[in-house]
């Protein structure tokens, strides 16, 4: 992560154009007022995803590594690889049924993972727009997404088929943008939360499918120790698959750190064959998802205190995918 001189590397900026840091790009995913299609720019693969209510308002997300990267189009993806690891960003346009559209693209995804060699998939990001809206069969927006992510998912072949840590949220325009990591060596280990039944096995009254991810995922690069890096998935207000303080912003903060705490630590990482011990001091590159706009100051305060003074955090005010959630966080727990 950014504490890393090698490796896969991570920054989190406040602004649209980010200085270089002299490590190689693999991707870059700008947070902006704007949708902007999947595409390569001066050989770097990023996407624009439709965030921020205005220009003050954005954010970049760089993803570095140690080689040179070679990127490039593969339908209609934009991916970059370096050998080590793969970038990969996709977008798939509004429509009244995103089924079909999610699994096609989810499948392109998969045959390029397949076809470059990088078959482990550490973290997948979903911006969904009108995310509560039904679509035009009068199923919810996230739900349909749910389906055909299930469905692509059903077809793919042995451990491709076990979903990493995820976000799945709303956003302001541009149909589904999406993006994801994945890694050609060392392990991968995807966690799940014993406070919360795990996504996939979430029973049907959330939709005709579950949601596929898992709550974390460790990677630890060949010849290391431990957890490696923890990516944190979007967390909520969720306890067993029940949201718990509708209504009550600060209690689904509470909750939500609950999560991801008890996601991170000592007994659930030794519980999992791991031996290593993270908490939420230990978060970075912490992206925070608030519903409504007035809450954002208390959300703000709350998640100062809970996170680290040296983390980068970034807010974003968009809809969430279950209407009563208020808040939604991720994050990543990097190696030392
Ligand atoms: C939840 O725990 C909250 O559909 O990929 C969090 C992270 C959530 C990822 C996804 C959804 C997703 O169910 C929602």
Sequence with gaps: MATHTHGLGCRLLRSGVPAP??????????????????????????????LAKD??????????????????????LAYAHDGDYLFCAGQVAGT??????????????????????????????????????????????YRDFCLGRAE???GLPGRAGDMPAATGIG????????????????????????????????????GPRP?????????????????????????????????????DVEKQCDVTFGNMATVIGRENLLANGIDDSRTLKDLRFVKVYVRHEEDVPVVAAKCEEAF?????????TVDICRSDLLVEIEGIAPRA
């Excluded at 991810?213 to 979007?234: H, I, K, N, Q």
């Design 308 to 316: 680290s003074d040296t983390a980068e955090i970034a807010y974003f």
């Design 171 to 206: 956003s302001l325009g541009g149909g589904i943008s999406w993006y994801l990591l994945a890694s050609r060596t060392g392990r991968v280990r995807n966690l799940e939360n014993p406070l919360q039944v795990p996504a996939p096995s979430y029973p049907p009254r959330y």
């Design 96 to 141: 009244g049924s995103y089924r079909e559209p999610v699994r096609h693209a989810y499948r392109a995804a998969f045959d390029l993972i397949a076809k470059l060699d990088y078959p482990n998939v550490l973290r997948i990001w979903h911006f969904i727009n009108d995310i509560n809206r039904a679509n035009a069969d009068g199923l919810e927006i």
């Design 21 to 50: 840091s002299g490590r190689h790009v693999l991707g870059r995913v700008a947070f902006l007022d704007h949708h902007s299609a999947p595409a390569i720019h001066a050989g770097v693969a990023g996407v624009g995803v439709h």
């Design 152 to 154: 692509a998912v059903d």
């Design 211 to 247: 949601p596929k991810f898992a709550r974390a995922t460790s990677f630890t690069p060949d010849g290391l120790d431990g957890a490696g890096d923890l990516f944190v998935a979007g967390t909520a207000s969720i306890l067993g698959h029940r949201t718990v303080h509708a209504g």
């Design 55 to 76: 220009e003050n308002d954005l954010v970049t997300e760089v993803w570095e590594t140690d080689s040179p990267v070679t990127s490039g189009m593969y339908q209609d």
